[in-house]
């Protein structure tokens, strides 16, 4: 079975930058694609960014478009989110995940990660 396990979420204060990231095993990492999903109390599990196994293609949410940048790293297995200009807004539990082709539907991912608590103060 695939794991995926986040890490590098933390407190920074608006406008701040954070990096989180993606350790996947179990799996042959460089064949699938990638992305970030985002929760927070109350709402639906929003995409946040997608990246194809060739890191060549890339699909951002337009609330995240310009600041966020997702990379791979398929030698080390990793996943990256870059979140420059950070707003209270995306406060959230992130989610990593898996799946056969970039998509913005949950339910087109295979595995997800326990996810990483980001909190962005004002």
């Known amino acids: 079975q695939v794991q995926l396990v986040e890490s590098g979420g933390g407190l920074v204060q608006a406008g701040g930058s954070l990096r989180i990231s993606c350790a996947a095993s179990?799996?042959?990492?460089?064949?699938?694609?990638m992305g970030w999903f985002r929760q927070t109390p109350g709402k639906e599990r929003e995409f946040v960014a997608a990246?194809?196994?060739?890191?060549?293609?890339?699909m951002y949410a337009d609330s995240v478009k310009g600041r966020f940048t997702i990379s791979r790293d398929n030698g080390k297995n990793m996943v990256y989110l870059q979140m420059n200009s950070l707003k209270p807004e995306d406060t959230a539990v992130y989610y990593c995940?898996?799946?056969?082709?970039?998509?913005?539907?949950?339910?087109?991912?295979?595995?997800w990660g326990q996810g990483t608590q980001v909190t962005v103060s004002s």
């Open positions: 995940v898996r799946g056969g082709t970039m998509a913005t539907i949950t339910s087109a991912w295979d595995s």
């Open positions: 179990g799996g042959t990492f460089s064949l699938y694609a």
């Open positions: 990246i194809r196994w060739s890191g060549s293609s890339k």
